[in-house]
């Protein structure tokens, strides 16, 4: 089944400790992307990769880290973590042209639910 | 600056009655436009996409859209809404594969 996944779903943590959320798809996207979700707000572009080794920032980059190593994984650090990141976190991916597959449709993850203390 | 406005908050209709959800862009060339609904509690699907070509784009559960360069919007459109339709719904453009700008959503209502 194609999916994207993300892990973990839900998370509870406190100021300054260092977090990763993993983000993985089985389609073989180029295009992998991190957003957060606030009322009010929408979702939010935190970072985008277009292939691996090439990520860049979206709107609300800073707090934030990203790597892709690999095809698959696009994983989202937390170094030093904050109240105000406290959110809805969604992974997606998508083909990069419109010619390819779904045509840039993005597929998105169940979502993580952070709460920083 | 380039940007996505969904002018509505929030919306309520009867059940059976038409909907339409306002949507808008500032970008200087046309990009790729999305209607995604979310669902309480839920992820993100996709109702449909305008790439190029036919401006009126039909997509699933019955929605469709329409594209009009004049007036930088992209309408989403149902003629008789359903219950299972409340959910909010997100606009969103593609800057040509770089970055991916959604409006702020719309939250619709539905009346029985």
């Known amino acids: 089944e194609a999916q994207v996944t993300q892990n973990p779903r839900y998370l509870i943590t406190v100021t300054g400790k260092k977090l990763t959320v993993t983000c993985s798809q089985n389609?073989?996207?180029?295009?992998m992307s991190w957003y957060r979700q606030d009322p009010g707000l929408g979702l939010r572009q935190i970072y985008y990769s277009m292939n691996v080794e090439v990520t860049d920032k979206g709107d609300v980059p800073e707090g934030y880290k990203v790597s892709r190593k690999e095809k698959r994984n696009f994983p989202l650090i937390l170094e030093s973590p904050s109240p105000n990141q406290t959110s809805l976190y969604f992974c997606?991916?998508?083909?990069?042209?419109?010619?390819?597959?779904?045509?840039?449709?993005?597929?998105f993850g169940p979502g993580t639910r952070l709460l920083v203390l | 600056a380039q940007s996505v406005t969904q002018p509505d908050i929030h919306i309520t209709v009867s059940e059976g009655a038409s909907l339409e959800l306002r949507c808008n862009y500032s970008?200087?060339?046309?990009?790729?436009l999305f209607w995604y609904v979310q669902s309480p509690g839920q992820g993100l699907q996709l109702l449909l996409k305008?790439?190029?070509?036919?401006?009126l784009v039909q997509g699933i559960k019955g929605f469709e859209a329409e594209f009009k360069r004049s007036q930088s919007s992209f309408n989403l459109r149902k003629p008789s809404v359903h219950w299972s339709d409340a959910a909010e719904y997100f606009c969103?453009?593609?800057?040509?594969?770089?970055?991916?700008?959604f409006g702020p959503g719309t939250r619709l209502s539905v009346l029985p």
């Open positions: 970008y200087g060339a046309t990009p790729y």
């Open positions: 389609m073989n996207h180029e295009y």
């Open positions: 305008y790439f190029s070509g036919d401006t």
């Open positions: 969103a453009v593609d800057n040509y594969g770089q970055n991916f700008v």
């Open positions: 997606a991916s998508s083909p990069l042209t419109v010619t390819s597959g779904s045509g840039k449709t993005q597929y």
